[in-house]
């Protein structure tokens, strides 16, 4: 929601990277959903921990 209405005021994307044990992308997806609807850049860094089935998430 912060990313959405910051947008115009200096907000250039929305990003999820880090641990992933323990907190899956599946989890944030609504947030990504929203941001990408309202024309928010997203990208999502994911697989360094469990390989390339987790970037499919």
Do not use: M, N
Not at 9 to 22: K, L, M, N, T, Y
Not at 30 to 43: K, L, Q, W
């Amino acid at each position: 929601e912060l990313a959405v209405a910051y947008r115009d005021r200096g907000v250039c994307g929305f990003d999820i990277a880090g641990a992933e044990a323990g907190y899956p992308v599946k989890d944030h997806a609504d947030a990504f959903e929203r941001a990408a609807r309202a024309g928010v850049p997203i990208t999502v860094h994911a697989g360094e921990a469990y390989g390339p089935d987790s970037i499919q998430q």
